[in-house]
Nanobody, 124 residues
Framework: QVQLRESGGGSVQAGGSLRLSCAAS????????MAWFRQAPGKEREFVAG???????YYADSVKGRFTISRDNAKNTVYLQMNILKPEDTAVYCC??????????????????WGQGTQVTVSS
């Protein structure tokens, strides 16, 4: 059974940092594209960052230069380092996995597996 489990969320003040982790079980994450999405109350879910199985990374314009996605294939884990956090980064962050047999996408529905999410709250 495939599971993606996020951790590392919490409450921080603006300008602070958090590192999210997404631990995968039941699949070999190295052969999956991995991505982070977020959804704030009353807003649509949006793509935040993604990393292809080969290591190429993608970021939403709103987080470029502040967030960094990385993966540790030996640990079957993907990370999202979030720096210079802003109140508008407040959301539930979820990771997702998509088979690398298919092209990378920034669309949530096209992923094969999803985690339950972790809450990130940034206060001003």
């Amino acid at each position: 059974q495939v599971q993606l489990r996020e951790s590392g969320g919490g409450s921080v003040q603006a300008g602070g940092s958090l590192r999210l982790s997404c631990a995968a079980s039941g699949l070999t994450s190295s052969v999956y594209h991995m991505a982070w999405f977020r959804q704030a109350p009353g807003k649509e879910r949006e793509f935040v960052a993604g990393i292809m199985s080969g290591g190429t990374t993608y970021y939403a314009d709103s987080v470029k230069g502040r967030f960094t996605i990385s993966r540790d294939n030996a640990k079957n884990t993907v990370y999202l380092q979030m720096n210079i956090l802003k109140p508008e980064d407040t959301a539930v962050y979820c990771c997702a996995a998509k088979s690398s047999a298919y092209s990378f996408t920034k669309i949530w529905d096209f992923y094969n597996y999803w985690g339950q999410g972790t809450q990130v709250t940034v206060s001003s």
